[in-house]
């Protein structure tokens, strides 16, 4: 099972995170024996492109389902280093499962919606490209740029 540690300090080693993740793998306080091993830990860092802000997390790699759920369960809101964090299971996500893969393509009218005031100059007549994607901002553009060039000459 793999967990995921979000939240944690930018000055966190991988040894501080299995540190912290080891004593929650104990059985309880009369057996001293773990349910499961701590394989692999490992941190990586996200950066928020909108705030250009930079979040750290934590992977922890543990061989036992059940010694994973007992840790998600005992570390979930605790503190660490003065953060307090948050301990989910991590999903590996597939390709194949991608909701934007089996999108419908979207109609000009609503892409002229979407432009609100910013070009209410410009019409276009109505085709509609097959790749068309909400999420997709850079073919709109071409889309507009292309029918734009269509409509005026230079």
């Not at 070009?119 to 709109?140: L, M, P, Q, S, W």
């Amino acid at each position: 099972m793999i967990l995921i540690i979000k939240n944690i300090p930018s000055i966190t080693q991988e040894s501080d995170l299995g540190d912290f993740v080891a004593p929650a793998l104990k059985f309880c306080l009369l057996f001293p024996f773990r349910l499961g091993n701590i394989l692999k830990t490992d941190i990586f860092c996200l950066k928020n492109i909108k705030t250009n802000v930079l979040s750290f997390h934590g992977r922890i790699f543990i061989d036992d389902e059940k010694a994973g759920k007992l840790a998600i369960k005992r570390l979930h809101g605790k503190r660490f280093k003065n953060k307090i964090v948050e301990v989910r299971e991590y999903f590996i996500r597939s390709h194949k499962n991608d909701r934007r893969l089996t999108q419908k393509p979207v109609s000009m009218d609503l892409l002229e919606k979407r432009k609100g005031e910013r070009r209410c100059n410009i019409k276009h007549e109505g085709k509609t490209a097959a790749y068309t994607n909400v999420f997709d901002t850079e073919n709109i553009y071409q889309i507009s740029r292309r029918l734009r060039d269509d409509f005026y000459d230079y």
